[in-house]
């Protein structure tokens, strides 16, 4: 039987080999988050003028959105993200250059945000995208990365994250660097590179904490959760009121729309950066379980689609979206539990908020695409 040329193949063939696991494990978490946005922000919303629906609406409009975004990820595919990442990459940097000016919108001393009516559009989200991209585009081109070649992908690499940390945003700067990292190692990088590149990391971060490069608050909220009695209490109300809120669930918890930690806002950004407090306190142990365990098995199955890729431009893809899952997923849920220190870092799927959605759904349907065309 004649060999079957993939580019005539139709998109219903391709659509044969979905991994629905992946699938189903995105939109159950996804439907989670908006069921516990909901529930934190109903009783909250009369105070602030809005109806209690007001946010449940919204960020069921960033659901659909970011499940469009997903299906054009799996239409398109991947291997034409090679052209299309690189101009993607260029128009992330002009948006990230664009916020700094008075073009930008600032809120709580950062400057990161486009206010397109009541739509906020976040540049920095997109930004784990241009690294993803780019870095797979020059790191795909060689079986072992030579010094050169891995020069030129922190080059480019570095300048979203270098533009981020300047809005200030610490959480992403950190993401990105994590994505890089992990693209690397899938690349086959030298050893004793990534070696340097860690040494050289440490080495960074101490000469950032000492030497006033960070601000007095940042360096405050990056090592309070070290020694949370000796830090200002400003610094950890945030740490002492999330950890109440799940350590008060208990095995079952308070039950949906029930907790006092949530119902009278005493965990500040409790729909965004600290929605999992309210899966801990309303849902408890076993809910929280369940999503821990939902998150577990889309990264099993992101592995399993680096695995089963067809080349190495979509094992780089995947990889990056599986570093930046996974270290969201466990910086997020760590510190609220005081394991890690308190930055603002998003829960992909649940969290509040258009521009991370959008982000984390185009992730998986570049992964579905690529485990699609496997063969």
Not at 117 to 146: D, N, R, W
Not at 194 to 201: E, P, R
Not at 328 to 352: E, H, K
Request: net charge positive; proline share 3%.
């Amino acid at each position: 039987m004649a060999k079957i040329d993939s580019r005539n193949k139709s998109l219903l063939y391709y659509l044969r080999h979905v991994d629905y696991l992946l699938l189903m494990s995105t939109i159950a978490l996804s439907l989670i988050g908006l069921v516990m946005v909901y529930s934190v922000t109903k009783a909250q919303a009369p105070y602030i003028g809005v109806s209690q629906d007001h946010y449940l609406i919204r960020q069921s409009i960033f659901l659909v959105m970011g499940i469009l975004v997903l299906l054009f990820f799996v239409v398109v595919d991947y291997r034409m993200l090679e052209v299309l990442g690189v101009i993607f990459y260029g128009f992330a940097v002009l948006m990230l250059l664009a916020v700094m000016t008075s073009v930008g919108s600032s809120a709580l001393g950062a400057q990161r945000w486009f206010q397109l009516g009541p739509i906020q559009l976040q540049p920095s989200e997109f930004a784990v995208l241009a690294v993803i991209f780019i870095v797979a585009f020059f790191a795909s081109k060689e079986e072992l990365i030579k010094l050169r070649t891995l020069v030129k992908i922190l080059l480019f690499a570095g300048i979203p994250v270098l533009l981020v940390y300047k809005q200030p945003d610490l959480g992403t700067a950190i993401i990105l660097g994590v994505t890089i990292f992990t693209m690397l190692i899938v690349a086959n990088t030298r050893g004793r590179h990534l070696f340097l590149m860690f040494a050289l990391l440490i080495v960074g971060v101490a000469i950032v904490l000492n030497l006033g490069i960070l601000k007095q608050y940042q360096v405050e909220r990056l090592t309070a959760f070290l020694h949370p009695k000796n830090a200002p209490p400003a610094t950890v109300y945030n740490l002492q009121q999330s950890e109440i809120a799940i350590g008060s669930g208990g095995a079952l918890g308070t039950g949906f729309g029930k907790g006092s930690q949530t119902n009278l806002a005493f965990v500040p950004e409790q729909q965004t950066d600290f929605i999992f407090t309210a899966v801990g306190e309303q849902l408890g142990f076993v809910g929280s379980a369940t999503v821990l365990g939902l998150f577990f098995i889309m990264c099993w199955r992101l592995i399993r689609a680096i695995s089963l890729s067809r080349d190495m431009y979509g094992k780089l893809l995947v990889a990056g979206g599986l570093g930046s899952i996974a270290f969201s997923v466990f910086q997020n849920t760590a510190m609220t539990v005081g394991l890690m220190p308190i930055t603002g870092i998003p829960l992909p799927f649940m969290s509040y908020g258009g521009s991370s959605a959008m982000v984390f759904f185009a992730i998986i349907g570049i992964a579905l695409n690529v485990e699609m065309r496997r063969k």
